[in-house]
Each structure stands twice: as C-alpha cells, then as structure tokens.
C-alpha cells in the first residue's frame, strides 16, 4: 500500500547527532521555531460525538467524565484568559516566550466552522502564540472543517491530533471509541489532501495486544505519513468504566518494565521522520486510579531511553524507507 502523508521526500532531521535515542517534540520545536515553545492545554467547551448521543452517550471507556464537567474545565474563562494564564504559569517555570496553543478535551473539530474559526483565531490573537495544535476525533473532519483548517495552517504552524489509540478494530472496540481503523486512514488520507499536519494518539499495552502490535502499529503510522505520535498507557481515572473495570478485576494493566518493553519496541520500527511527541500518560494525582508508575514521567522517559541504550538502538533502527510503501515489513 502506498505512502499517503507525502512528507517522505523530507530529509531526516539530524536529532540523532545530539546522541537522542528518538526524534524529540523538544528537538523538533527548537529547529522549527529557534526557540524553546511549550503547549498550552486551553479548553474550548467542545462536546463529542460519543458523548452527546450522537455515536454514544458514555464515552470511550477511559475517558474522564469530568472533563465534560464545570468543575474540571476552565470555566468561565475564555480562550485569551486561558492562554494569558498558560504563559504565566509556563514562564514561570523557565525562560519560554514561545507557545503552541492546544485544544484538548473533547472533540476540538465537532462544532460550526464559524466558532471553531473564533475560537483558534482567538488563540492565534496572541502574539506569543507560534501556532495550534487540535485533539479531534478521525470521524469529525467534514470538508469544511478541513478548508478552514487548511486556511489557517496556510499562514501558522497547525498539528490535528487525531485519537487513533489502536489498529486493530476489536481493541477500537473495547475502548468503545465509536469508529474503526479505517476510519483514521480515511482522515489522515483527507488531511493530507489539505496539506495537514496529523499527529496520532496511539495505547501501548492494551488487553489482546502484543510486542507485534506496537510495531505494527510504528509500520502503519510509518506508511501514513504522521508527522507526530503520542504514547500513552492505559490508565484509568475516577469515574472511568474502565476504573470499574479494575475494581472488577476484568482487565490487567501492563507494568512499567511490560510498557517500557513495548514503547522501545514502538520507535524502533518509527520512521526517523516522525516527532515523538509524549512517551506515556498520566492524569492529576487525585483522579489517577491505576498504574501508579504512570505518575513520574520523567522516570518513564528515562526507562525507555536506558532500554534503547541498552539495546544500543534508537527511533527507527528497524524501520527501513521501503518499508514505508509496505515492500518491505520492519
Ligand atoms: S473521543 Fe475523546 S472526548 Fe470523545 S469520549 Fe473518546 S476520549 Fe472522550
């Protein structure tokens, strides 16, 4: 099958000259923007197709019900007061006067094109905002979600982040996600029409799912083109079905040296062309229910990087450039 992303023709970014074991978002921001740049996490009040009843009305199964709640959202505050409040809060913590805005909870193309323009023009407003990144489902790219889209990554940095979290259809399943792989195929195939930028929300670790499948999954991303990749374990919140499900004893988490295994497994059929933009999870202490390990990502990150080391390997030392056109398997 065919490459459909089109950026294969780019020449690999050299972040492996610096010793880095896979192609960092930090590496990636400092050549594109010269500078260090932090995301700032903005919630614009989006709904969800598989919480309005529209596919569904409980969500994916670890899906945190309170980010469709007041209590958890920024509420009351616009996206200018969010963004005011992010840089402070960034700046703070070092010298960073770059920003990418992130639109996060829910589905941050599922709304009329005229507030989504509103609410990304809002962000892109603010003169320390280098571009905007948009979580979305693949099943919410309509045509005119797209042109606008691609109108505004035509002058700003612009990344779709669409939630794919699995190839295989009986895991999208159990998740309850409300769609199938084909459907993120069709999406990224669309964006890429419009010249899109798409990063992918990609589990490790999931029930059923085996070494094969984290790497199956890197040749798959590989043959699409991605420009980036989120890593997660699977976690589970308060409130989650899937927290019921652990309570019940009807699902099993991978530990930290299982995930580790299977994140080093993941980048080393990744395409070196690919920004890896978060190596696991996590979610604020007092939701956080199950894996507690999840809750220091800098030991995670450092646990992965010791097991490439280890393996003298990096990001993309099984991939192959044909392997990208699915002549060759990594
Ligand atoms: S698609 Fe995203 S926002 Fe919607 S229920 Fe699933 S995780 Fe939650």
């Known amino acids: 099958m065919p490459s459909i992303g089109g950026k294969f023709s780019e020449p690999i970014a050299n972040w492996a000259a610096s010793g880095a074991r896979y192609y960092s978002i930090g590496f990636y921001y400092r050549q594109r923007f010269g500078a260090p740049v932090r995301k700032i996490s903005l919630d614009a009040g989006m709904n969800c197709p598989n919480r309005d009843g529209t596919l569904g009305s409980q969500g994916c199964i670890f899906c945190d019900p309170a980010s469709f709640s007041p209590s958890r959202r920024l509420a009351g505050l616009s996206i200018s007061q969010q963004i005011a409040r992010g840089i402070q809060t960034l700046s703070a913590r070092g010298h960073v006067t770059k920003f990418v805005a992130y639109f996060q909870p ?27 990144a948009i979580g979305t489902r693949p099943d919410c790219l309509p045509p005119p979600v797209l042109d606008l889209l691609a109108e505004i990554s035509a002058r700003t940095f612009l990344v779709l982040e669409i939630g794919l979290q699995s190839i295989r259809d009986g895991s999208l399943q159990w998740l309850r996600r409300g769609h199938d ?56 919140v308060r409130g989650t079905q899937l927290a019921g499900m652990l309570a019940a004893g009807q699902v099993r988490l991978p530990n930290m040296s299982e995930y580790v295994q299977l994140a ?37 990150r450092a646990a992965i990087e010791a097991e490439l080391q280890r393996r003298d390997s990096r990001q993309g030392q099984r991939w192959h450039e044909q392997s990208d056109c699915g002549s060759k398997q990594c």
């Open 106 to 132: 829910g589905t941050n193309t599922y709304a009329p094109v005229d507030r989504l323009r509103a609410v990304y023009e809002e962000a892109l407003d603010n003169p320390q905002v280098v571009g905007i």
């Open 181 to 236: 792989y084909q459907c993120f195929c069709r999406a990224v195939e669309a964006a890429a029409k419009y010249g899109l930028k798409v990063g992918a929300h990609v589990i490790l670790g999931l029930p059923e799912e085996s070494t094969h499948d984290a790497q199956a999954t890197a040749q798959e991303l590989n043959r699409l083109g991605v420009h980036s990749v989120k890593l997660h374990n699977l976690y589970a």
């Open 264 to 300: 080093a497994d993941f980048l080393e059929c990744l395409s070196p062309r690919c920004v890896v933009e978060r190596l696991s999870g996590d979610a604020p202490p007092e939701y956080l229910i199950a894996p507690l390990w999840c809750r220091d990502k800098a030991a995670v």
